[in-house]
């Protein structure tokens, strides 16, 4: 079993960054994959960035790539998303999620556990 508790969102003007942060429990964090998916007001959720369990691999949506970085830290049980120049089409309650299969995955349905989410408002 995994939990998985999300921090850092919050309101930031346009052009604005924010590091959200996901803290997991358990001593398995390491051979998961993990990924950041959001959903926009009134909108389905989507996925927006993924690691490996090793942390060398990454995939990010076309949307934020050069904007937005993921990392891990192993040793820590935490991955992180780096938000920089960001946009009010970013605003979005943004969820971490881990998948036991440790490679890159985009599907919601990949994913084993889901963090509750944290607000992310970008103001123009």
């Known amino acids: 079993q995994v939990q998985l508790v999300e921090s850092g969102g919050g309101l930031v003007q346009a052009g604005g960054s924010l590091r959200l942060s996901c803290a997991a429990s358990?001593?398995?964090?390491?051979?998961?994959?993990m990924g950041w998916f959001r959903q926009p007001p009134g909108k389905e959720r989507e996925f927006v960035a993924a690691?490996?369990?090793?942390?060398?691999?990454?995939r990010y949506i076309d949307a934020v790539k050069g904007r937005f970085t993921i990392s891990r830290d192993n040793a820590k049980n935490t991955e992180y998303l780096q938000m920089s120049s960001l946009k009010p089409e970013d605003t979005a309650v943004y969820y971490c999620?881990?998948?036991?299969?440790?490679?890159?995955?985009?599907?919601?349905?990949?994913?084993?556990?889901w963090g509750q989410g944290t607000q992310v408002t970008v103001s123009s």
């Open positions: 358990g001593r398995t964090f390491s051979s998961y994959s």
């Open positions: 999620a881990a998948s036991r299969f440790g490679v890159v995955q985009y599907d919601t349905r990949a994913y084993d556990y």
């Open positions: 690691i490996d369990w090793s942390g060398k691999f990454t």
